[in-house]
């Protein structure tokens, strides 16, 4: 798995409660969510295995965030990767 970090605002209204299905097999509860940047949009998922809470403090972010994750590649079907937070620094 490759790291990533990213650091921008939350887009509060793209800010969905829903299970994640990394793979075809697996789903895990968390959150979906969308992060601006200086210069991209950055589509994100947290799961709750990894940050107990993580919707209701993305929701109560204010300002900047620092976000850290991994990138998650499903190499079975088309490459597709999945940006997956562990760590949220305000």
Same mark, same amino acid.
């Given at each position: ?7 921008? @605002? ?16 697996? /789903? ?11 210069? @991209?949009?950055? /589509? ?10 993580? @919707? ?13 994750? @991994? ?5 079975? /079907? ?13």
């Amino acid at each position: 798995m490759n790291q990533f970090g990213v650091t921008g @605002f939350i887009v509060k209204s793209s800010l969905t409660k829903k299970n994640i299905q990394p793979v075809d097999d697996m /789903s895990y509860p968390g959150c979906s969510f969308l992060v601006q940047t200086d210069n @991209f949009l950055v /589509s994100c998922c947290s799961l709750d295995k990894y940050i107990d809470n993580a @919707f209701e403090t993305l929701q109560n972010t204010k300002g900047k965030v620092k976000l850290e994750g @991994f990138l998650f590649v499903d190499t079975y /079907s088309d490459n597709a990767s999945l940006s997956v937070v562990t760590k949220i620094t305000q």
